[in-house]
């Protein structure tokens, strides 16, 4: 099992490195440089290892892993700060970076987009339509909200409006838990006590 930051407080940034455009851009992202961002990985790990730990996981054969990662050997095994060595130190993305040209109210002076997708600033005649202009990170995975944005676009500058569509009320089944979570996890505890 493996937590995922879905809601990064961290920010990065592009910058440009020099007036020509043949110079690469100066790609900042500052991961996990908001110390928020680190706690939340700590507490997701110690649900992950709750739920790894909880009966019907062990009798899949979960196990945690007892490897002391390379560079975290002087942290107490699965203390917070050792996770925390842990979340810095095998670290990857999930490969979605967005919101380096925010769309925004024009007199935003951090929008750098209008609702129309317009570059504003006194450019003329130039849209942008990718994952750069979401204003801040989806929780989830980025390709379909962007081909949305792409496709909304496209139905803007052709001067066309879709029809509202809605769902039969029929097919439309509200999502409910069984289970409370904390309550599962007050389960595991007892049953390790
Ligand atoms: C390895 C990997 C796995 C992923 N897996 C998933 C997944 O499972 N599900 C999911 O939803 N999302 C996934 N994503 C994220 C998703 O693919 C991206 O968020 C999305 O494709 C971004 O779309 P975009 O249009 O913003 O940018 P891009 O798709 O990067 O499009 C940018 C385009 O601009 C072109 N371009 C760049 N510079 C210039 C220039 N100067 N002039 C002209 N053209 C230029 C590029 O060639 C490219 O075609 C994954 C991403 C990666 C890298």
Known sequence: ????????KSTGYIKLRSASAYDPPII????????????TMVEAMKITIKVGHSPPMRRLGSRLIDKVVPG??????????????????LTHTIYHPVGTCKMGAADDPTSVVD???RVLGGVKGLRVADG???PS???GNTNAPIIMVAE??????????LPAKSL?????????????YNDVLDRNERDER
Not at 1 to 8: A, I, K, N, Q, T
Request: hydrophobic share 30%; proline share 10%; with cysteine.
């Open 1 to 8: 099992m493996f937590p995922v930051l879905l809601r990064p």
């Open 28 to 39: 900042e992202p500052r991961y996990l440089t908001d110390p928020h961002d680190i706690k």
């Open 72 to 89: 975290c050997e002087g942290y107490k095994l699965y203390s917070d700060k050792y996770l925390a060595c842990l979340a810095r130190t």
């Open 115 to 117: 609702p129309q997708l």
């Open 132 to 134: 750069s202009i979401f």
């Open 137 to 139: 990170l989806i929780g």
């Open 152 to 161: 909304r676009l496209a139905d803007m500058i052709k001067g066309k409006r």
């Open 168 to 180: 039969p009320h029929s097919h439309y089944k509200p999502y409910t838990y069984d289970l409370d």
